[in-house]
């Protein structure tokens, strides 16, 4: 359905993209694209099937081959890879680690391109990521670019996981998110922008 109006919304994490994109799909009654989590998940499927995230080809086909369910919910989706409940463990800054090192891959990226088109269904599409207003909806209505300062997104991050009772030093959290801040952006395969 190539002619549901989709609202492309990029930037890095911690900026409030995903909470912003999920309340205005909930506002507008469209469907939601939260398109981090397919690259938490495929981390995750392939730390599962014993995968070592450095073979491309095989971190691929976990990604091509990703049995997963999003079953929607008031506080967001629940999760489903091949029946298992993995919505909290993709939401760990492991998860978030391991994603944006597949992430760079570009046979993971085009293993992920049809998944992600398919979420465009009337009445209309929200879609949440890093390349959904550059690659994978180059047509979109509206493209929002959110950023905030490192220091802010690491701040908000770390209030998160604490409220999730995970405990992570600020310091930390700010070293990772700037290192996967500068993989997202130098990588050549659909980068932040
Ligand atoms: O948005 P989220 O933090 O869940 O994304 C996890 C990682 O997945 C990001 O750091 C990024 O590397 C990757 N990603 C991407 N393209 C997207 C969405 C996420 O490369 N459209």
Avoid: C, N
């Avoid at 309340?23 to 981390?43: F, V």
């Avoid at 995968?51 to 967001?76: E, I, N, S």
């Amino acid at each position: 359905m190539a002619d549901a109006p989709v609202i492309a919304i990029d930037g890095p994490g911690g900026s409030g993209k995903g909470t912003i994109s999920r309340r205005l799909a909930l506002d507008l009654g469209w469907h939601w694209l939260d398109s981090g989590a397919l690259y938490r998940l495929t981390a995750v499927a392939a730390a599962i099937g014993g995968v070592p995230l450095t073979r491309a080809a095989d971190v691929a086909r976990v990604a091509a081959g990703l049995d997963v369910r999003f079953v929607p919910g008031a506080g967001g989706d629940q999760v489903l890879l091949a029946g298992r409940d993995v919505s909290a463990e993709i939401r760990s800054e492991e998860a978030g680690s391991g994603a944006s090192i597949v992430a760079v891959m570009p046979a993971v990226r085009a293993a992920l391109v049809d998944r992600q088109r398919a979420f465009r269904r009337p009445p209309g599409l929200v879609a949440d990521g890093r390349d959904m207003g550059t690659v994978i909806f180059p047509d979109a209505s509206l493209k929002v670019f959110l950023t905030a300062d490192l220091a802010e997104r690491a701040r908000r991050r770390h209030k998160q996981l604490s409220e999730k009772g995970i405990d992570v030093s600020l310091a930390a959290l700010l070293r990772d998110m700037a290192e996967r801040d500068e993989r997202d952006t130098a990588r050549s395969a659909a980068p932040l922008r």
